[in-house]
């Protein structure tokens, strides 16, 4: 198949095979992910994730000069779970700042499950990135306000250019309920002087924030963003700062897919934040954002799927983000 254009899609000439090609790359990325669906399985740990479809599959893309693609069940809706790290961390940097935030949390990878609890005893006192579970809430307990929820979801709505995106509250109270593992880091951090207030109070930010309902396009127009350096590319206004849009890119090639980011790095080469939920957001630089969707997942929480689907869109349409040719 004859690659896009990397000036997005092209001259003018291009275009309009370059739109065919890019439709159809995605139709045939979601059979592609389709196929291997029954790898996979969905979350039960969060009770009410257990009632996802796994052999669901959708894709968006929204590309910096203003086209969208779609494919398969990309209007499905999804909670964002761990993909919420990426727009929480956001918020913690924009409202305490890099010092604060970083003495909370580290900047390196774990290769530990996404839930693991056990480099925080063994290794720093803090979690290691914010991209994991204990650092996520973490870094939830730095942003500050009265009420950090409403601030994360103006910043969600923003940022994924979707007004009414709002809160399911049967996900919300059913991890609530069930995130034991996630109660048992917040104490140990609590101890650790890493969370200063309530450790439940960090909690209950963080499980509101995992179960935000999103859809594809809700993450591509996310992606997109970032793909424009925090600028929407269509009203040119800036949606978040430069110097953070880089940190929280960075954390998604070395952290994104939890401990399966290395594998990902070397098939896609698309950075990439996944979520239990089964969503995948992506970001090709300067060029597009991609939403994802497939609820199936391995077993590091990965959408098998939404993985399989962009490591053949990668190939497809030449995302990786070392050019070049790919296997
Ligand atoms: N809310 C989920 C949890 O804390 C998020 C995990 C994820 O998506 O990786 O377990």
Not at 21 to 47: F, M, N, S
């Given at each position: 198949?004859?690659q896009?254009s990397?000036?997005?899609l092209?001259?003018?000439?291009?275009?309009?095979?370059?739109?065919?090609?890019?439709?159809?790359?995605?139709?045939?990325?979601?059979d592609?992910?389709?196929?291997?669906?029954?790898?996979?399985r969905?979350?039960?740990?969060?009770?009410?994730?257990s009632?996802?479809?796994?052999?669901h599959?959708?894709?968006?893309?929204?590309?910096?000069t203003?086209e969208?693609?779609?494919?398969?069940?990309?209007?499905?809706?999804?909670t964002?779970?761990?993909?919420?790290?990426?727009?929480s961390?956001?918020?913690?940097?924009?409202?305490?700042g890099?010092?604060?935030?970083?003495?909370?949390?580290?900047?390196e990878?774990?290769?530990?499950s996404?839930n693991?609890?056990?480099?925080?005893?063994?290794?720093?006192?803090?979690?290691?990135?914010?991209?994991?579970?204990?650092?996520?809430?973490?870094?939830?307990?730095?942003i500050p306000?009265?009420?950090?929820?409403?601030?994360?979801?103006?910043?969600?709505?923003?940022?994924?250019?979707?007004?009414s995106?709002?809160?399911?509250?049967?996900?919300?109270?059913?991890?609530?309920?069930a995130?034991?593992?996630?109660?048992?880091?917040?104490?140990?951090?609590?101890?650790?002087?890493i969370?200063?207030?309530?450790?439940?109070?960090?909690?209950?930010?963080?499980?509101?924030?995992?179960?935000?309902?999103?859809?594809?396009?809700?993450?591509a127009?996310?992606?997109?963003?970032?793909a424009?350096?925090?600028?929407?590319?269509?009203?040119?206004?800036?949606?978040?700062?430069?110097?953070?849009?880089?940190?929280?890119?960075?954390?998604m090639?070395?952290?994104?897919?939890?401990?399966?980011?290395?594998?990902?790095?070397?098939?896609?080469?698309?950075?990439?934040?996944?979520g239990?939920?089964?969503?995948?957001?992506?970001?090709?630089?300067?060029?597009?954002?991609?939403?994802?969707?497939?609820?199936?997942?391995?077993?590091?929480?990965?959408?098998?799927?939404?993985?399989?689907?962009?490591?053949?869109l990668?190939?497809?349409?030449?995302?990786?983000?070392?050019?070049?040719?790919?296997?």
């Amino acid at each position: 198949m004859r690659q896009v254009s990397s000036s997005v899609l092209g001259s003018s000439d291009e275009r309009g095979s370059d739109r065919r090609i890019i439709q159809k790359a995605l139709e045939k990325a979601v059979d592609e992910g389709k196929r291997v669906t029954k790898t996979g399985r969905v979350a039960t740990y969060i009770p009410e994730l257990s009632k996802a479809d796994p052999e669901h599959v959708g894709v968006c893309i929204k590309t910096v000069t203003g086209e969208t693609y779609s494919a398969g069940d990309w209007h499905e809706p999804f909670t964002m779970q761990s993909i919420s790290k990426t727009i929480s961390l956001t918020l913690a940097l924009q409202t305490a700042g890099y010092d604060k935030v970083f003495s909370k949390v580290g900047l390196e990878p774990t290769g530990d499950s996404f839930n693991s609890i056990v480099k925080l005893e063994t290794r720093t006192a803090h979690p290691l990135n914010p991209m994991i579970n204990a650092g996520a809430i973490a870094t939830a307990s730095c942003i500050p306000g009265e009420d950090p929820f409403e601030l994360y979801l103006d910043l969600a709505r923003k940022v994924c250019l979707n007004k009414s995106l709002s809160i399911n509250l049967e996900v919300y109270l059913s991890e609530k309920r069930a995130g034991m593992r996630n109660r048992s880091m917040a104490y140990w951090m609590k101890s650790e002087n890493i969370i200063e207030g309530d450790p439940e109070d960090a909690l209950d930010l963080y499980f509101r924030m995992c179960s935000v309902n999103v859809t594809a396009e809700d993450l591509a127009n996310w992606g997109m963003v970032l793909a424009n350096d925090g600028v929407d590319p269509i009203s040119g206004e800036r949606l978040a700062e430069s110097w953070i849009v880089r940190i929280v890119k960075t954390f998604m090639v070395t952290c994104g897919m939890y401990d399966g980011s290395g594998e990902f790095a070397i098939k896609a080469g698309i950075p990439s934040k996944s979520g239990v939920g089964g969503g995948i957001l992506s970001v090709v630089e300067g060029r597009m954002g991609i939403g994802v969707f497939n609820p199936s997942l391995d077993f590091k929480g990965n959408s098998v799927g939404g993985m399989h689907l962009l490591e053949h869109l990668s190939k497809s349409l030449g995302l990786h983000y070392f050019a070049g040719k790919q296997q």
